[in-house]
């Protein structure tokens, strides 16, 4: 059997916790520039999940759909989750892959570089997107919107979007009056956004009209 000629309490321990953390921070130095002044139109799309490959490309999961937006836009803004503040990185090389977006920012050129950035958010400026074409909308661009029926009565706001697999849907928020006792309450109606129910999209008036009943 090999022994190590060292006593066990002299060798050399591992980078764990507070010293693992500090020089993960400073590779990301090396990739990501401070922002002074983030543009006012950024729109979360994503995280990096992991490293991709051993030459410092990430792998991006976004939040909807294959990551067009992504792919469109030549420079990524990044946010820790519960951090205020953004850094950037040129976007080298971008690709859809298998649902997720790989790609090589600037600076990035081995793995432990690019593992160094897993967990960031991914930020790109709304105007960075692809035009839309027609009858097509963001995501973004929905929430918020004022949702009514075809009678001109409310059905609530537009808080988030959902995808079943099949179609998108529209997750819309309303108040629940008190009844029975019980208090009001905030409920949502879950709308398909298709064409069967879907009647107009005005984004500039953040209106969808939708053929929809009150009690559905």
């Known amino acids: 059997m090999v022994r190590s000629a060292r006593p066990a309490r002299e060798r050399v321990p591992l980078k764990i916790g507070a010293e693992a953390r500090r020089a993960a921070g400073t590779r990301a130095e090396q990739v990501l520039a401070p922002v002074t002044d983030a543009p006012d139109d950024l729109v979360e799309l994503g995280y990096i999940g992991d490293a991709y490959g051993i030459r410092g490309w990430i792998k991006v999961q976004p939040h909807t759909g294959e990551g067009e937006s992504l792919l469109s836009a030549d420079c990524w803004y990044f946010r820790r989750p519960g951090e205020?503040?953004?850094?950037?990185?040129d976007v080298m090389f971008s690709r859809a892959h298998?649902?997720?977006?790989?790609?090589?920012l600037r600076g990035s050129d081995n793995r432990t570089a690019a593992e160094a950035l897993?967990?960031?958010?991914v930020w790109v400026p709304r105007s960075a997107f692809p035009s839309a074409g027609d009858d097509e909308f963001y995501w973004v661009d929905l929430i918020g919107a004022q949702v009514t029926n075809l009678q001109d009565e409310s059905l609530g706001k537009v808080v988030g979007l959902l995808d079943n697999g099949v179609h998108t849907v529209l997750?819309?928020?309303?108040?629940?009056?008190?009844?029975d006792d019980k208090p009001a309450k905030t409920a949502?109606?879950?709308?398909?956004?298709?064409?069967?129910?879907?009647?107009t999209v005005?984004?500039?008036a953040g209106r969808i009209v939708v053929d929809w009943g009150l009690d559905y």
């Open 202 to 204: 005005d984004v500039d």
């Open 98 to 104: 298998s649902g997720t977006v790989v790609a090589q």
């Open 171 to 179: 997750r819309v928020a309303y108040e629940s009056p008190a009844a």
């Open 118 to 121: 897993k967990g960031l958010q």
């Open 188 to 199: 949502e109606r879950l709308i398909p956004f298709v064409g069967q129910y879907v009647q």
């Open 84 to 89: 205020s503040t953004y850094t950037k990185a």
